[in-house]
């Protein structure tokens, strides 16, 4: 079945770490979205792509670095600069311009 | 600048009552979509509905229906017949036309929590 597979769904961070979440697409789609979910708050886009090797910045992309190598692929780095990492991390993909299809989330905890 | 107001932060009900969800937006495009999204205890978005500015017909699926007003901004969202399988976080979100090579963007209210009991 066509999807979008994050990996790990749960991550735990220790201060001044990077990590690196995974996002795996096999829906053929160009775009690719992430991100950030707070508890009572809606979603905010951290980056999106339109086409590989290219990426964009969203509207909170201070402290995370993305790559676009494979169509198939959109994974996303936490840095240490991120002062408040802790959060639920979704990934999306579309068709551009058409309704985004939403993976099922890797929940990120500072230690 | 685009906004999403759910004002409904919980919403509580017993089995087979009907709910209505609000959802107020912003905008000033002329064209936009409007959105319905259903997260469960799961995490995943699934998506439920995405409606035009053109298009004000009300929609029902199943026990789904949405109520799209133009005059009051607003995209209600009501489940007939409410189901323990129903309680999740609902959001509505909002995005501008699709203009060729630009992301449009989405923009999400912060979801209203609806909790089903038996």
């Known amino acids: 079945d066509g999807g979008i597979t994050q990996s790990p769904k749960y991550l735990f961070r220790k201060e001044g770490q990077n990590v690196t979440l995974s996002c795996e697409q096999n829906?053929?789609?160009?775009?690719m979205y992430w991100y950030r979910q707070d508890p009572g708050q809606g979603l905010r886009l951290i980056y999106y792509?339109?086409?590989?090797?290219?990426?964009q910045k969203g509207d909170i992309a201070e402290g995370y670095s993305v790559s676009r190598e494979k169509k198939e692929s959109f994974p996303l780095t936490v840095t240490s600069a991120q002062k408040n990492p802790t959060a639920f991390y979704l990934c999306?993909?579309?068709?551009?311009?058409?309704?985004?299809?939403f993976g099922s989330g890797t929940r990120l905890t500072v230690v | 600048a685009q906004k999403v107001t759910q004002a409904q932060t919980e919403i509580s009900v017993v089995e087979k009552e009907d709910v209505t969800l609000d959802c107020v937006y912003e905008t000033r495009d002329t064209t936009y979509y409007l959105f319905w999204y259903k997260q469960p205890p799961s995490g995943e978005l699934v998506f439920l509905i995405r409606r035009n500015s053109f298009d004000e017909q009300n929609e029902i699926s199943g026990r789904y229906s949405w109520n799209f007003q133009k005059s009051t901004s607003s995209f209600n969202f009501t489940i007939t017949a409410s189901q323990v399988v129903d309680s999740a976080v609902y959001f509505c979100a909002l995005s501008e036309a699709f203009s060729g090579g630009s992301n449009y963007k989405l923009t999400f209210g912060k979801g209203t929590l609806l909790t089903v009991n038996p």
């Open positions: 829906l053929n789609h160009d775009a």
């Open positions: 792509s339109q086409i590989v090797n290219d990426f």
């Open positions: 999306a993909s579309s068709i551009l311009g058409q309704t985004r299809t």
